[in-house]
């Protein structure tokens, strides 16, 4: 019984949490998109938490007007060459948007693309790379048992080359989340 109360007590708060504006996210590819899917819909199943594309998040709860967003993304793509993004660790936080992820190695091209974006967009964030494969709210002893896990299913898969980004509205629930556009990187 204490189980299914639980399970159902995370359910109820995994399908309450909103996201605000727009995100620009650099997208996964082939066996790795595939890879990562795999995981991000495992702890779907488990946590009863939302399934989301694999993602690394460029730049994230960005206001204002949805035709000059449009233009700026743009831009950025037009400025951003395909570069390799490399995971190296599965982690989790207590927050739930980064529930269950991998980090990011901050190389240059990482750090130089999000350096971009900050200034087309005049915002000045603290930049966390990395690629979640869990939205939800489960205690931390949870979700420290599936750190190992994670490593062992993304061995030889955990970089992929960002040809892609994409504009999304992230607005409310994670299922109303829509895709505006996507711009190939040069």
């Known amino acids: ?73 743009k831009q950025l793509a037009e400025e951003l060459h395909p570069y390799e993004i490399r995971t190296y660790e599965a982690d989790h936080e207590p927050e739930y948007f980064r529930a269950l992820f991998v980090h990011v190695k901050e190389t240059p091209e990482v750090l130089r693309a999000n350096k971009i974006a900050q200034k087309i967009f005049n915002t000045h964030k603290e930049y966390i790379p990395h690629l979640s494969l869990a939205y939800c709210t489960a205690p931390e002893k949870t979700k420290d048992e599936f750190t190992n896990e994670i490593k062992e299913s993304l061995r030889g898969n955990g970089h992929f080359t960002a040809r892609k980004l994409s504009l999304y509205e992230t ?16």
């Open 171 to 186: 607005n409310g629930n994670v299922s109303d989340w829509k895709l505006i556009k996507t711009f190939r990187l040069r």
């Open 1 to 73: 019984m204490h189980l299914a109360v639980s399970i159902w007590s995370i359910s109820i708060l995994n399908m309450n949490k909103q996201g605000h504006g727009y995100s620009i996210w650099l997208g996964a590819n082939n066996r790795h998109n595939d890879a990562f899917s795999e995981l991000i819909n495992k702890f779907s199943r488990i946590f009863k938490s939302p399934i989301f594309e694999p993602h690394v998040t460029l730049l994230g709860d960005i206001k204002g007007n949805e035709k000059e967003i449009l233009e700026k993304t």
